[in-house]
C-alpha cells in the first residue's frame, strides 16, 4: 500500500504511531445543583497523526527526506496524506519540533541521496 504525502513518496514500511489514540469527539459530563446530568459532546478536528519507521523497518533514503523537508519549509501549507486507503489533509505540526526526524545509518558529514536513515518521525496535524 502507499504512503504519500504532498507528492512525496515514502516507504510502505513506516506506520502511524497511534491509529486509535486520538478521539474524534471530546465530552465533557457535569451534574447541575439539581441532580441533573449534563453531558455536552464535539466532534474535533485538529488531530495529530505521527508516521514513524524504526530501528529495523520503515527505512527513508536521504533524498526523501530532503523533500519531506523542502514541504514542511512553507508556512501555512497543508497537504494531502495518502495513508494506506485513508486520505487526510494535514499539515506539519512544527508547534511540536522537529516536525522530521530519523537517524542515519551510516554517520557521515554528506549524505548521497541513496544513504538510508532510520527511526524516522514526521508528526503531522489533520485538519
Known amino acids: 500500500m502507499a504512503i ?3 507528492g512525496v513518496t515514502l516507504p510502505d514500511t513506516l506506520s502511524l ?3 486509535f489514540g486520538n478521539p474524534l469527539i471530546v465530552s465533557n459530563a457535569d451534574v447541575t445543583i439539581g441532580g441533573n446530568l449534563i453531558i455536552i459532546e464535539q466532534s474535533v478536528s485538529g488531530r495529530p497523526i ?3 519507521g524504526e530501528e529495523d523497518r520503515g527505512w527513508i533514503e536521504f533524498s526523501v527526506l530532503q523533500a519531506l523537508k523542502d ?3 512553507v508556512p501555512g501549507a497543508s497537504y494531502t496524506l495518502t495513508f494506506e486507503s485513508d486520505v487526510f489533509t494535514v499539515r506539519f505540526r512544527h508547534e511540536d519540533q522537529p516536525v522530521i526526524s530519523a537517524e542515519p545509518i551510516v554517520a557521515r558529514p554528506n549524505h548521497a541521496a541513496t544513504d538510508l536513515f ?3 518521525v514526521i508528526n503531522l496535524m489533520e485538519l
Do not use: E, Q
Open 4 to 6: 504519500i504525502l504532498g
Open 50 to 52: 505521527t508516521i514513524v
Open 17 to 19: 504511531a497511534d491509529p
Open 71 to 73: 514541504l514542511a519549509k
Open 118 to 120: 532510520n527511526n524516522v
